[in-house]
């Protein structure tokens, strides 16, 4: 999703928020106020925001129109799988392909090489599958959930903070005092190279790309 996404999609957040009985108007709408700037930095900073607003979409309750649309497709799926979480997942490939999504962000040693690649300029989700053996609904669905970078790489606040989640373990925790070396090898080269750069650093460091 581009940053243009993003915003048409937090704006109708905030326009679906009710206002609960009782309230004073002026006060919600300071509080309101308040809110929108926390989420305007939330999602400027935050490359997983498609996966955190999929699940304010369950727990509220909410469904959006918006989502049907092609941008946000895998929004949609992340909402359907949190609603079936411990349960045998469906048939459904997008459905499945958000779950392997899930499961990849999970997995240290692979997520750091996916995420260093789509970083690289000639990154698309069919290139980046291609090299790394994985389904490209799945480097599709990982990137808009959990690492959009694809469409905001003219961003370089946004890429910064990108590159910190990126050499974070555990994942959302940011220390650059215990940044694995390897780590910070591959996501440079991603950012100053092409996938086959990142793929070949990778292999010459014994990286396995195998979950």
Known sequence: ????????????????????????????RIREAARARVAEWDFLR?????????????????????????PYRWVRKAVERLATYGKHPPGDPGLLAVCEANALKKSADVRIIVQAAL?????????????????????????????DVLDRKNEPGYIQVAVEAALTRPFWEYDARNVNEVDKRLVLTGLNGTVADVMALARGSGRSLAN
């Not at 990154?123 to 959990?146: C, H, N, R, S």
């Open 1 to 28: 999703m581009t940053a243009d996404h993003i915003r048409r999609l937090h704006a109708e957040w905030l326009e679906t928020t009710a206002i609960p009985p009782g309230i004073d108007l002026r006060s919600h």
């Open 46 to 70: 935050c490359p997983d925001y498609g996966n955190d607003i999929a699940r304010q979409l369950l727990y509220s309750g909410r469904t959006f129109a918006l989502l049907d649309e092609p």
């Open 119 to 147: 970083l690289a300029s000639d990154a698309t989700p069919e290139a980046v599958a291609a090299a790394v053996g994985l389904a490209p609904p799945v480097v599709d669905a990982y990137a808009t959930l959990f690492f």
